[in-house]
């Protein structure tokens, strides 16, 4: 089969914390790990590089030229496979706040910048006394528009986390035509994520009859932040083909044009829609 075909995709999923030093050259090992598993499209999870308080992100933030995703550039074209480098923090041109973007940058083959994507939907959620628990808008700038990118000649539509709980978002991402699949970075959280990650990550799938290639974060990255792991990739049927579990790992799936096909052909979902009366 052709490359563009069948692609054996990986998700990656570590702990990061406020070390970034530290995390780099964990999720790097990760990554030269997934390669020598043959992967041909690897897939990090969110904020990978740093994971603390949101007073320190623009200090461990970088601008889209910066060490960081020239070292992910350059590790694309070192191995000849495309990087979805998950999510970092970028500082945007003139500081606002101190806030930051956090984007999604896709590497080629040859290390060009194939796409990016701004995280859209922030995270905010209080517990019944009020108190912040998570509050991303403290922190992070959201981003205003949706991103799909053609990879190999298969369509892909980019979304990070929480924006995995909007299906409006994949309504608008699948308006000009199908996906073939989603790529889903996240640091998904443990009391969420029990509940709620595999069974969005499915209908996301289930949806749009596409594979969903989800990398997420595990385990303590301080006190009160846990992630829940369970880095998935999933068929276009909603079936689980690989899951790295509740530990720092990599999972690998073949994902193929012909199974998408034959989903489509069972369910004709997408040729049944009606987008002129969505809106």
């Given at each position: 089969m052709s490359l563009s075909d069948t692609i054996y995709a990986s998700v990656v999923s570590v702990t990061a914390t406020t070390d970034k030093q530290a995390n780099l050259e964990n999720i790097f090992a990760r990554a030269e790990e997934a390669v020598r598993a043959g992967s041909k499209w690897i897939s990090l999870p969110e904020m990978f590089a740093f994971h603390g308080p949101y007073n320190e992100l623009w200090n461990n933030a970088e601008f889209e030229d910066g060490p960081l995703n020239n070292r992910l550039s350059e590790f694309a074209r070192r191995h000849g496979v495309v990087l979805f480098a998950g999510s970092v923090g970028e500082r945007p041109e003139g500081s606002q706040d101190g806030k930051i973007y956090n984007t999604q940058y896709v590497f080629g083959r040859k290390g060009e910048l194939l796409a990016k994507y701004r995280k859209t939907h922030l995270f905010n959620l209080?517990?019944?006394?009020?108190?912040?628990?998570?509050?991303?808008?403290?922190?992070?700038?959201?981003?205003?528009?949706?991103?799909?990118?053609?990879?190999?000649?298969?369509?892909?539509?980019?979304?990070?986390?929480?924006?995995?709980?909007?299906?409006?978002?994949?309504?608008?991402?699948?308006?000009?035509?199908p996906l073939?699949?989603?790529?889903?970075?996240?640091?998904?959280?443990?009391?969420?994520?029990?509940?709620?990650?595999?069974?969005?990550?499915?209908?996301?799938?289930?949806?749009?009859?596409?594979?969903?290639?989800?990398?997420?974060?595990?385990?303590?990255?301080?006190?009160?932040?846990?992630?829940?792991?369970?880095?998935?990739?999933?068929?276009?049927?909603?079936?689980?083909?690989?899951?790295t579990g509740h530990m720092e790992g990599v999972a690998v799936a073949p994902m193929?044009?012909?199974?998408?096909?034959?989903?489509?052909?069972?369910?004709?979902?997408?040729d049944n829609k009606r987008p002129e009366i969505y809106t």
């Amino acid at each position: 089969m052709s490359l563009s075909d069948t692609i054996y995709a990986s998700v990656v999923s570590v702990t990061a914390t406020t070390d970034k030093q530290a995390n780099l050259e964990n999720i790097f090992a990760r990554a030269e790990e997934a390669v020598r598993a043959g992967s041909k499209w690897i897939s990090l999870p969110e904020m990978f590089a740093f994971h603390g308080p949101y007073n320190e992100l623009w200090n461990n933030a970088e601008f889209e030229d910066g060490p960081l995703n020239n070292r992910l550039s350059e590790f694309a074209r070192r191995h000849g496979v495309v990087l979805f480098a998950g999510s970092v923090g970028e500082r945007p041109e003139g500081s606002q706040d101190g806030k930051i973007y956090n984007t999604q940058y896709v590497f080629g083959r040859k290390g060009e910048l194939l796409a990016k994507y701004r995280k859209t939907h922030l995270f905010n959620l209080m517990d019944q006394t009020g108190k912040a628990l998570y509050c991303e808008s403290d922190g992070y700038l959201s981003g205003d528009t949706l991103k799909t990118v053609t990879v190999d000649g298969w369509r892909v539509g980019l979304a990070t986390c929480y924006d995995l709980r909007f299906p409006d978002l994949f309504g608008a991402l699948a308006r000009t035509g199908p996906l073939d699949c989603l790529v889903i970075p996240a640091a998904f959280t443990l009391q969420t994520g029990m509940y709620h990650w595999e069974v969005l990550l499915r209908a996301r799938a289930i949806e749009n009859l596409c594979y969903v290639v989800a990398a997420n974060q595990v385990g303590t990255h301080s006190p009160g932040k846990q992630s829940y792991g369970n880095a998935m990739i999933i068929d276009p049927w909603g079936t689980p083909l690989a899951n790295t579990g509740h530990m720092e790992g990599v999972a690998v799936a073949p994902m193929s044009k012909s199974r998408i096909k034959a989903c489509r052909g069972q369910l004709p979902a997408i040729d049944n829609k009606r987008p002129e009366i969505y809106t």
